[in-house]
């Protein structure tokens, strides 16, 4: 059964930084490509950032520079570390991956960025 466990959200400042993780089980951690999503209030989930099994990544374009996408194969354990954060990046942020054709989600944790 696969499960995705999220955690390392909270409150931060303008400028601040977060790292967020996510416990895969389940899945074949050395091959199975991780994202990440968020979603605003009022607003659509957008992707934010995607690993590999390899460890190539992509990020949307707001977030590059400022994000950082990395797993730890031993932990099956993904992460997304989150500098410089702006009000913008406030959302419940989701961990994500497709296994054997079906869709996974974890549970959310929501990032606020405020002073």
């Known amino acids: 059964q696969v499960r995705l466990v999220a955690s390392g959200g909270g409150l931060v400042q303008p400028g601040g930084s977060l790292r967020l993780a996510c416990v895969s089980s389940?899945?074949?951690?050395?091959?199975?490509?991780m994202k990440w999503y968020r979603q605003a209030p009022g607003k659509q989930r957008e992707l934010v950032a995607r690993i590999d099994g390899g460890g190539s990544t992509e990020y949307a374009v707001s977030v590059e520079v400022r994000f950082t996408v990395s797993r730890d194969y031993a932990r099956t354990t993904t992460y997304l570390r989150m500098n410089n954060l702006k009000p913008e990046d406030t959302a419940v942020y989701y961990c994500?991956?497709?296994?054997?054709?079906?869709?996974?989600w974890g549970q959310g944790t929501q990032v606020t960025v405020s002073s």
């Open positions: 994500f991956t497709r296994w054997r054709e079906r869709d996974f």
């Open positions: 389940g899945v074949n951690f050395r091959i199975a490509t």
